[in-house]
């Protein structure tokens, strides 16, 4: 049967990534095999528009291509392993089911990721239209959907299975054991797997680019000096971490501007590296490290300068006001806390019937961020400014500087996926296959997020005034851009 589409496809070999089964195209009856590769033709025509409209290249199970628009070299390939892989991606279409059809190799991307992970935002703007939904329903009910891989089973971690499968919420919201199990879920995947992408001092957030050539390793650290920088660090000054990671911050703001320091997380793991690290650098007296909730801090106006890297962003903003008053009450009069976090980029209301349908594909029915929900932060919340910033005020701390760095951050994440992949065989024999493509495409598909403007990267500082209204900062912000 004609499948009504261009007859451009070409054929080449194409091996299977080490870990996985190797392909068998010649399993299912000759008779079949034609009318699968029509109908997963017509699928894709529907779900990414017709062949030779396309940026990028796609190849089926049997060696079918159908080039990009211009027959030039295409940034990646979109692969399609096995004839059911498009109905268990696409029916029902949900983001979910697309990045878990990437995590079992039923579809995959060669090349560039960072660009093929746009294809999600593409795919929830086709099937806004009801025609599109269609037409690709009618093909897609026409393919099998029982041949799915083995999956991958490689991994020598003790967690693997439940990391393999997923998130699965235990408990009520932002508990405090929900909350623990949730960061130990992301961050105990194991510090040789982050070693392997992340800079020296191990910094899991956003880099400061002060310089356009600079690289991953400079600018993590001047991401550190332009904390230190807005907190006005002095020797001396008692410094609470909130969410320490690996303890790369306390180390830097100790060696360079004298401090004594407080460093807590939830992930034990992370404690014990963080330990190490302060103990190597001859810090361990002035330093330490707990693993604790904030909400267990005990005392008043117990620090000079509170600082919360990348771990706001677990906290929910049912939990927000608490998470400031913490800070507010730890603080002594004059002193300065500084969050930096992600969050909701601000975009106005779609108008209209047909902008609002796409908009509810997206959010609803498309449930974007399900992947991450699931396999990356489980219960990460992240929020507009003025959430943030209305419930700092309101437990009595001041705004005095908001800087957003979003472009920043869609280069660190292109700089850590590019990393990673560098390292793809070592990240596999330490976390398996499956893991290693969950932090690859998460980190990916999160560019995008940054470049647009959907997500931000903020740091706010701020003060907590003396009576009378006072704060201990300089009338501009020359020290912290003065060189």
């Not at 703007?125 to 029982?146: N, Q, T, Y």
């Not at 194991?190 to 002060?210: E, T």
């Not at 100790?254 to 407080?262: F, K, L, Q, S, Y």
């Amino acid at each position: 049967m004609s499948s009504g589409l261009p007859q451009t496809a070409t054929r080449r070999a194409h091996p299977a990534p080490a870990g996985w089964p190797a392909e068998r195209p010649g399993e299912r009856p000759p008779s079949h095999a034609d009318g699968e590769i029509a109908r997963a033709r017509e699928a894709l025509a529907a779900l990414l528009g017709p062949p030779g409209t396309r940026a990028f290249d796609v190849r089926l199970w049997d060696g079918t291509v159908e080039p990009a628009a211009g027959g030039g070299a295409a940034p990646f390939t979109f692969v399609v392993r096995r004839p059911g892989a498009l109905r268990r991606a696409f029916l029902p279409p949900s983001e979910l089911a697309m990045a878990e059809a990437y995590l079992r190799d039923d579809l995959d991307i060669e090349g560039d990721l960072v660009a093929g992970s746009l294809l999600a935002d593409a795919l929830a703007r086709r099937l806004a239209s009801p025609a599109s939904l269609a037409r690709a329903v009618r093909a897609l009910l026409a393919l099998p959907g029982d041949d799915a891989g083995p999956g991958d089973h490689s991994s020598p971690r003790d967690d693997a299975t439940r990391r393999w499968r997923g998130w699965r919420t235990t408990g009520r919201l932002h508990t405090r054991s929900r909350d623990a199990d949730a960061v130990r879920f992301h961050y105990d995947v194991g510090d040789d797997f982050y070693a392997l992408w992340l800079d020296a001092r191990m910094q899991y957030s956003c880099a400061y680019f002060a310089r356009e050539d600079a690289t991953l390793d400079a600018a993590q650290e001047a991401k550190l000096e332009h904390i230190c920088r807005k907190l006005r660090l002095r020797p001396g000054d008692r410094l609470l971490d909130i969410g320490c990671g690996w303890g790369g911050l306390l180390e830097y703001a100790a060696t360079r501007h004298g401090i004594e320091g407080v460093g807590i997380t939830l992930s034990a793991r992370q404690a014990e590296g963080a330990r190490a690290r302060l103990a190597r650098a001859g810090l361990a007296a002035r330093c330490r490290i707990e693993v604790r909730d904030y909400r267990t801090l005990a005392g008043e106006a117990a620090f000079d300068r509170i600082v919360s890297v990348g771990m706001r962003e677990h906290v929910g903003r049912r939990r927000l006001p608490e998470y400031f008053a913490t800070a507010q009450r730890l603080l002594r009069p004059g002193g300065l806390f500084l969050d930096h976090g992600i969050l909701r980029g601000g975009s106005a209301a779609p108008r209209g019937i047909a902008r609002r349908l796409a908009a509810w594909v997206r959010h609803r029915a498309w449930r974007r961020d399900a992947f991450i929900q699931r396999y990356v932060f489980p219960d990460g919340d992240v929020m507009p400014l003025g959430v943030l910033l209305g419930a700092a005020e309101a437990a009595g701390l001041e705004a005095r500087d908001v800087e957003n760095l979003r472009e920043h951050y869609a280069r660190t994440l292109r700089e850590w996926v590019a990393r990673l992949e560098r390292r793809h065989d070592e990240a596999a024999r330490l976390v398996g296959e499956r893991t290693y493509r969950v932090w690859r495409l998460y980190m990916a598909a999160t560019v995008h997020g940054f470049a647009s403007g959907r997500l931000t990267l903020v740091q706010t500082l701020f003060a907590k005034p003396h009576p009378g209204g006072r704060v201990e900062l300089p009338a501009t912000r020359a020290d912290v851009y003065g060189g």
